[in-house]
């Protein structure tokens, strides 16, 4: 089994991608993101979850190749598609086949709400 982290919505493998399949790798990393599609993304927001991805590997390179070190990157990843989430800059996708409002209940507005929820 090679060596991966995989949280809710973040899940990172070393491995490589060849026909379809993992293959393991011990140089390559491999990040699938929102793996059951339960946000909206537009490409900006997929973007910064990419750099935000190369940052933290770059900040580890030089440590072992563990899963304690993946899941430290997935747990901050997830951490930060929460962000964008509670900026508004993704929203859930409510004709996901999960729903289950994991980083929180939408935030909806109404006229009466309208701007109440601005942080």
Same mark, same amino acid.
């Given at each position: 089994?090679?060596?991966?982290?995989?949280?809710?919505?973040?899940?990172?493998?070393?491995?490589?991608?060849?026909?379809?399949?993992?293959?393991?790798s011990?140089?390559?990393?491999?990040?699938?993101?929102?793996?059951?599609?339960?946000?909206?993304?537009?490409?900006?927001?997929?973007?910064? /979850?990419y750099r935000?991805?190369?940052?933290?590997?770059?900040?580890? !390179?030089? *440590?072992?190749?563990?899963? #304690? %070190?993946?899941?430290?990157?997935?747990?901050?990843l997830?951490?930060?598609?929460?962000?964008?989430?509670?900026k508004?800059?993704?929203?859930?996708?409510?004709?996901?086949? /999960?729903?289950?409002?994991?980083?929180?209940l939408?935030?909806?507005e !109404?006229? *009466?709400?309208?701007?109440? #929820? %601005?942080?």
């Amino acid at each position: 089994m090679f060596v991966k982290s995989t949280t809710r919505h973040i899940r990172i493998y070393a491995a490589e991608v060849h026909n379809n399949e993992l293959v393991e790798s011990d140089n390559m990393l491999t990040l699938d993101v929102d793996p059951d599609n339960e946000f909206n993304w537009d490409e900006d927001a997929l973007q910064k /979850v990419y750099r935000k991805f190369d940052e933290l590997v770059e900040s580890a !390179s030089g *440590e072992e190749l563990s899963d #304690y %070190n993946l899941r430290r990157i997935g747990s901050d990843l997830e951490h930060f598609v929460r962000n964008l989430l509670q900026k508004g800059e993704i929203s859930y996708n409510l004709k996901s086949r /999960v729903l289950n409002y994991s980083m929180g209940l939408p935030k909806v507005e !109404s006229p *009466e709400t309208e701007g109440a #929820y %601005n942080m």
